[in-house]
């Protein structure tokens, strides 16, 4: 009897290559540090300091009007929104800003609404935003203010 030569079988690699794996989550680490900061960026203010009592959010999201030391009106540059159709940070006037407030008390007739002012703002702006905004209905307005440390 002949023999015949046997073949050899590879030999099979039961390793798992993980360098494709760590390159994905490098690329996702880079991803999200690149674009936490401008999700948080917003309208920078410099609030004045009282004893204010906290506000419960627990129910929604309150409408939040912020006017900067220039006197630029932003809404909602601090909460977002699910209603909102601005993005963070756009400058809106006067007459949009208490216009927007209207049509969401439409929708939320128990929405809170504050005024987010920089404590280097002409006063005459915070007043003439709350004058118009109870010209047009709204009965209750906060100020956000910092508390002390």
Known sequence: MIALPSRARPKVN???????????????????????PIIEQGVEVDLPQAEAKMVDYAEQQPTVITIDK???????SLHDVASSDLEDGEKVSISVAVGRVMARLDTYPQMKVFVRGDKDVNYGSVVQLMALLQQSGVDKVGIVTETPE
């Not at 390793?15 to 690329?27: A, G, K, Q």
């Not at 220039?70 to 909602?76: D, E, W």
């Open 70 to 76: 220039l006197g630029n009106y932003y809404i909602n």
């Open 14 to 36: 039961a390793e798992i290559n993980i360098v494709p794996y760590i390159d994905v989550m490098l690329v996702l680490l880079v991803i999200f540090m690149m674009t936490t």
